[in-house]
């Protein structure tokens, strides 16, 4: 099985501050077959449902901030959100797909300092 | 829209079963793959079982495996979780989820709100 992990476990920073949220997989996510790395990063608020911000470790869902940003390949990626707002907190988790057994990281809380 | 209403949660005592139920709109629900997905509470996301648009390819994890079953059925636009032999740390809210397209390993792009399963004496 993949395994997921994240850092830091929480981070609180300033309105307007730079967030950078990492992912570790423990095997690569990205497929030789077409150079696509199976790795996608969720948003999630109190109380509500996750929702999918980016797919293939760096593609932007439709609708989603342009101040979130993913990178990253193989094993080691990232979520960077450039200038932190207020509807920004949440927490936050990577998700690996390469394996239909899925699984998530443990996630990251964001908050306001 | 794509809409994914859960419901059957509830309260039940270790050792019991319950019948979680997913109903689908908005979408050609028989072509994509779904999944259930659990978080128990103040923790995280747990991936739980997964199942082809057809109904042929069906994966759990090793945490539910021989106590649930997942299932859909196409005419209903209905996905299905019969969980059996409840314990303790079965206690979550369920998530049902879809697979962002007709492919088999995609990111979840649409969830339902959720259904709370509390197990219990």
């Known amino acids: 099985d993949i395994v997921l992990t994240q850092s830091p476990d929480s981070l609180a920073l300033s309105l307007g501050e730079r967030a950078t949220i990492n992912c570790k997989s423990s095997?690569?996510?990205?497929?030789?077959?077409?150079?696509?790395?199976?790795l996608a990063w969720y948003q999630q608020k109190p109380g509500q449902p996750p929702k999918l911000l980016i797919s293939?470790?760096?593609t932007r869902e439709s609708g989603v901030p342009d101040r979130f940003s993913g990178s990253g390949s193989g094993t080691d990626f990232a979520l960077t959100i450039s200038s932190l707002q207020a509807e920004d907190v949440a927490v936050y988790y990577c998700?690996?797909?390469?394996?239909?057994?899925?699984?998530f990281g443990p996630g990251t809380k964001v908050e306001i300092k | 829209q794509v809409q994914l209403v859960e419901s059957g949660g509830g309260l039940v005592r270790p050792g019991g079963s319950l019948r979680l139920s997913c109903t689908a709109s908005?979408?050609?629900?028989?072509?994509?793959?779904m999944s259930w997905i659990r978080q128990a509470p103040g923790k995280g996301l747990e991936w739980v079982s997964y199942?082809?648009?057809?109904?042929?390819?069906?994966y759990y994890a090793d945490s539910v495996k021989g106590r649930f079953t997942i299932s859909r059925d196409n005419a209903k636009n209905s996905l299905y979780l019969q969980m059996n032999s409840l314990r303790a740390e079965d206690t979550a809210v369920y998530y049902c989820?879809?697979?962002?397209?007709?492919?088999?390993?995609?990111?979840?792009?649409?969830w339902g709100q959720g259904t709370l399963v509390t197990v219990s004496s």
């Open positions: 908005g979408f050609t629900f028989s072509d994509y793959y």
């Open positions: 293939w470790a760096s």
């Open positions: 199942i082809r648009g057809s109904g042929s390819n069906i």
């Open positions: 095997r690569s996510v990205l497929s030789t077959s077409n150079n696509k790395n199976y």
């Open positions: 989820a879809r697979g962002e397209s007709e492919a088999a390993q995609q990111p979840f792009d649409f």
């Open positions: 998700q690996q797909y390469y394996s239909v057994l899925f699984s």
